[in-house]
């Protein structure tokens, strides 16, 4: 447990037991909460939790590269506590998002004038998102 909290000391967080609680929901965590149930899972065991102390742990963890947001619907921002290069797929009906590792930097080509003022572009990185409707959904 002290390895897995000094990371986040050393990106200058301060580690109070609602933020403990918060990190350790974010762990592993592959299902792209939002903050509202991540607030949720929290209070159970930290029944005095605020929401905004949820969403300013959110802000900070983004902030630091701990945390990435994922938006499908402008309203319900999803965060992802894997910030290794990786895609997601993600259904628009019942808005559950998979991660998609594979690599597409092959597949994905800029066009040789890309626009005004990037000339010499250079590409760093890339992120695909796929948005379509899940198997659970169709049927």
């Known amino acids: 447990m002290e390895k897995f909290l000094q990371k ?10 609602q933020r403990i609680a918060i990190l350790t929901f974010l762990d592993g965590n592959t299902g ?11 209070r159970e065991t930290h029944p005095t939790v605020s929401f905004a102390t949820v969403y300013n742990t959110l802000q900070a963890l983004k902030t630091r ?11 319900r921002k999803h965060f992802d506590p894997n910030t ?5 797929a ?18 994905l080509k800029l066009p040789k004038d ?6 010499g ?13 899940c198997g659970d959904c169709t049927e």
């Open 8 to 17: 986040y000391r050393e990106a200058g967080l301060k580690l109070t037991p």
């Open 32 to 42: 792209h909460p939002t903050a509202e149930e991540i607030f949720a899972a929290v």
């Open 65 to 75: 590269g701990q945390l990435t947001e994922v938006t499908i619907n402008p309203e």
């Open 84 to 88: 290794e290069p990786h895609h997601h």
């Open 90 to 107: 993600m259904c628009s009906e019942c808005d559950k998002i998979v991660d998609i590792f594979d690599d597409f930097s092959e597949a």
């Open 114 to 119: 890309v626009g005004a003022g990037f000339d």
């Open 121 to 133: 572009f250079s590409v760093t990185g890339n992120h695909v998102e796929f948005y379509g409707v």
